[in-house]
């Protein structure tokens, strides 16, 4: 399944399946992402973070991509588990100010 | 090894009243956030603070004051609270300024 973030806020995927979430970032002078899952009632968890010198990063069973020509970033979960059903965050860092923006986030449910 | 820590966890208060809010930083870290965060939508930067010294600033009037202490410890301190202050507050904490923030399960304030 696949996301664009603010015109797609849910995500419904099978378990078992990928997932890949998009997020567009605004300000081409972003150099830094994070990628942050939020429970019900809890705060973001920090899953993965890119810095602009590189384009892919993986971490276990995520893999952020970054395309700055077109401001775009994506998360995507290999072998989705109910567990991984949460909303979902990208936030951009500007100048190494680290003050980071959030989107309006991505919610992952995930079906058994 | 503790993550980052707030309190309370829930508050409730009344227009025109003060509230403080208080956040531990995860050990090793020297720098930490605060975020506001309505129902439904991605945190908003309040402040950094680094060095006991507030170093970044968001869009937030100057009612939204915020203080760290020696040992990394910070309060954010609201006054004259307004209906509009009811929000999930945030406290996250880096190993430095442009590093990967972590955060805590934050404060749920309601204003009556």
């Known amino acids: 399944g696949e996301s664009v973030g603010l015109h797609l806020p849910t995500l419904s995927v099978q378990e078992g399946d990928n997932s890949i979430i998009n997020c567009a970032y605004s300000?081409?002078?972003?150099?830094?992402f994070i990628w942050y899952k939020q429970e019900s009632g809890k705060g973001p968890q920090f899953i993965i973070d890119?810095?602009?010198?590189?384009d892919k990063r993986q971490g276990q069973r995520v893999t952020v991509l970054l395309n700055k020509t077109v401001k775009h970033l994506s998360l995507q979960i290999a072998a989705t588990q109910p567990g991984d059903s949460a909303v979902y965050f990208c936030a951009e860092n500007i100048n190494n100010f680290n003050k980071f923006y959030f989107g309006s986030g991505t919610k992952l449910n995930v079906k058994p | 090894d503790a993550g980052v820590t707030q309190s309370p966890t829930h508050l409730i208060k009344t227009r025109g009243q003060q509230v403080t809010l208080r956040c531990s930083p995860k050990s090793g870290h020297d720098t930490v956030s605060w975020y506001q965060q309505a129902l439904g939508q991605g945190p908003q930067f309040i402040f950094q603070?680094?060095?006991?010294?507030?170093?970044q600033r968001g869009n937030f009037p100057d009612r939204f004051s915020g203080h760290q202490f020696p040992n990394y410890s910070s309060e954010l301190n609201v006054n004259a609270l307004l209906l509009g202050d009811s929000a999930l507050y945030l406290c996250?904490?880096?190993?430095?300024?442009?590093?990967?923030?972590?955060f805590g399960d934050g404060t749920r304030l309601s204003i009556l």
């Open positions: 300000n081409s002078a972003s150099d830094y």
């Open positions: 996250a904490s880096s190993a430095g300024p442009d590093q990967p923030q972590h």
């Open positions: 890119i810095r602009s010198n590189m």
């Open positions: 603070y680094y060095e006991e010294e507030e170093r």
